[in-house]
């Protein structure tokens, strides 16, 4: 692969997806230079709060595994350094790992710019080369041409085939489709309601929306009960309206 300017591939393992609030326990970079010379730069992070047990099992990165590691403040300027005005590339790093590490660098008083920069995103190029769409899982799962494309029937026909196909290639021949409930859609289970204006992050509930968004009910319910008291008379689902009571009831209790 030619280059005329330097380029690092990264990667973050985080406590979780959220964006705002989430943060890095692994950083790790390839870093290729026009002549060819390659550099290396890895690092676990203490991330200041539990990693949750969903995410240790994915990435195999404990609590015990990072309770001596630098936080990510002791490392910010090595981190910089390493990437330099290099342009950037990774996989789906421009919605998740460059938001993040861009916020965590802020926040520690420095900044990585982008602006004179190239990123190139592994998964944009590959979803923009590379139908993804039914016809494609057609061909792919059941290995023919789909005909009458858009027509309901032959797409619901269609699609049903490619289910079947997905069951053989995935799934348990004794369980077949139920063997594929481990991809079915789920809820995320850290947000409370279907409007996903609740959230439970790190053993506390924020709310994700509003002048109060990103910050948790314990911390407004201090500087501004009165707006949660507003929201119980609002139209939010019954479940987030039930836990901002609770909280409201708790803090009349201290």
Same mark, same amino acid.
């Given at each position: 692969?030619?280059l005329?300017?330097?380029l690092?591939v +990264?990667?973050l393992e985080? *406590? %979780?997806?959220?964006? #705002?609030?989430?943060?890095?326990? #692994?950083?790790?970079?390839?870093?290729?230079?026009?002549?060819?010379?390659k550099?290396?730069?890895? =690092?676990?992070?203490?991330?200041?709060i539990p990693?949750?047990k969903?995410? *240790?099992?994915l *990435?195999g990165?404990?609590?015990?595994?990072i309770k001596n590691?630098?936080l990510?403040?002791?490392?910010?300027?090595?981190?910089?350094?390493f990437i330099?005005?290099?342009?950037? $590339?990774g996989?789906?790093?421009k919605?998740?790992?460059?938001?993040?590490?861009r /916020?965590?660098?802020h926040?520690? %008083?420095?900044e990585?710019?982008?602006?004179? /920069?190239?990123i190139?995103?592994?998964?944009?190029i590959?979803h923009?080369n590379?139908?993804?769409?039914?016809?494609?899982?057609?061909?792919f799962?059941?290995?023919? =041409? +789909?005909?009458?494309?858009h027509?309901? @029937?032959?797409?619901?026909?269609?699609?049903l085939?490619?289910?079947?196909?997905q069951t053989?290639? &995935?799934?348990?021949?004794a =369980?077949?489709? #139920? !063997?594929l409930k481990?991809?079915? &859609?789920?809820?995320r289970?850290?947000?409370?309601d279907? =409007?996903?204006k609740? /959230? @439970?992050?790190?053993?506390?509930?924020y709310? *994700?929306? %509003?002048?109060y /968004?990103?910050? $948790?009910?314990n911390?407004?319910?201090?500087i501004?009960?009165?707006?949660? !008291?507003?929201?119980?008379?609002?139209d @939010? !689902?019954g479940?987030?309206?039930?836990i901002i009571?609770q909280v +409201?009831?708790?803090?009349k209790?201290r």
């Amino acid at each position: 692969m030619k280059l005329i300017h330097t380029l690092v591939v +990264l990667d973050l393992e985080t *406590t %979780g997806t959220w964006i #705002e609030k989430d943060k890095i326990i #692994e950083i790790g970079m390839v870093k290729i230079n026009p002549n060819d010379s390659k550099e290396i730069f890895v =690092e676990r992070v203490n991330p200041g709060i539990p990693i949750p047990k969903e995410v *240790t099992e994915l *990435t195999g990165i404990s609590n015990e595994d990072i309770k001596n590691a630098p936080l990510f403040k002791d490392i910010s300027e090595r981190v910089l350094k390493f990437i330099g005005d290099a342009d950037l $590339s990774g996989f789906n790093i421009k919605n998740f790992d460059i938001p993040i590490l861009r /916020r965590e660098i802020h926040n520690v %008083g420095l900044e990585l710019g982008l602006s004179n /920069r190239n990123i190139f995103d592994s998964q944009i190029i590959f979803h923009v080369n590379e139908k993804r769409d039914l016809t494609a899982a057609y061909k792919f799962y059941c290995k023919n =041409e +789909l005909k009458d494309k858009h027509a309901a @029937l032959a797409d619901a026909s269609a699609a049903l085939e490619v289910l079947m196909g997905q069951t053989k290639m &995935y799934g348990n021949e004794a =369980e077949e489709l #139920e !063997s594929l409930k481990k991809f079915s &859609y789920q809820q995320r289970s850290d947000f409370i309601d279907d =409007e996903r204006k609740l /959230r @439970l992050w790190n053993g506390d509930y924020y709310l *994700t929306f %509003g002048k109060y /968004r990103n910050r $948790s009910l314990n911390e407004i319910v201090n500087i501004d009960k009165n707006y949660l !008291s507003w929201l119980v008379g609002s139209d @939010l !689902s019954g479940k987030a309206k039930e836990i901002i009571i609770q909280v +409201l009831n708790s803090e009349k209790n201290r």
